[in-house]
């Protein structure tokens, strides 16, 4: 299959943020392996036997549940110990696998900052594809500037999956960050943040894989 190309986040300390407020809070990960772009329609594809019409664009119309069960099944092709079980749509996480998962929030923000302490790693029309571009979709992975982890489209394009839950208080909607191709420019922001049934499907949601160290948030 086309491989999903990973790379080692070095272990460091940043401040997590909020759009919906000021309030800022120190977090500290382990080191971990990121996927370098999000996942594409050809890795989706392949994975889960389904049609790539665009193969390197990021997969869409991706629920939750789905992306915990294409980590699964990227672990079994790849000899790894599955991370998720189930039971019906409860999803438990095995610390233990050494399989693909979702970054947890915390991982998330911290490999999109990049050691940065704004909003963004640089330049918005640089590192993002954005409703500024007049897109009608989106375009393929790695077309605009990284970050300093080498990591393409952690802004823009589009948003992407996270393990946690979006409210825990309240519902089981799960996180989703980072904006995609239909956002503002001003809304594509590290500490972009909004969340979904994880049963929901979006044209501008996908996902990016991880591995290794536990890095729960909150």
Do not use: K
Not at 76 to 98: C, L, T
Not at 118 to 139: M, N, Q
């Amino acid at each position: 299959m086309s491989d999903v190309e990973m790379t080692r986040v070095p272990a460091g300390t940043v401040l997590r943020g909020d759009q919906r407020g000021a309030e800022r809070r120190e977090i500290t990960v382990e080191a971990f392996d990121l996927g370098v772009y999000p996942v594409t329609e050809e890795q989706m594809a392949e994975i889960l036997g389904i049609t790539a019409q665009n193969p390197r664009r990021p997969a869409v119309q991706v629920s939750w549940l789905r992306a915990v069960r294409f980590c699964n099944a990227l672990s079994e092709w790849e000899g790894r110990d599955p991370v998720y079980a189930y039971d019906g749509e409860v999803v438990d996480w095995d610390s233990e696998a050494d399989g693909f998962r979702l970054p947890t929030e915390d991982e998330w923000e911290y490999a999109c900052r990049a050691g940065s302490t704004g909003s963004t790693y640089g330049p918005i029309a640089e590192i993002a594809w954005t409703a500024g571009d007049g897109l009608g979709g989106p375009v393929e992975v790695g077309g605009r500037l990284p970050n300093l982890h080498g990591l393409f489209d952690m802004l823009g394009n589009v948003s992407e999956w996270c393990w946690d839950l979006f409210a825990p208080e309240t519902s089981d909607a799960r996180v989703f960050r980072g904006g995609g191709w239909s956002d503002a420019r001003a809304v594509v922001r590290a500490t972009a943040r909004r969340g979904a049934n994880p049963r929901s499907a979006f044209d501008d949601v996908g996902l990016r894989v991880a591995r290794g160290a536990l890095n729960r948030s909150r």
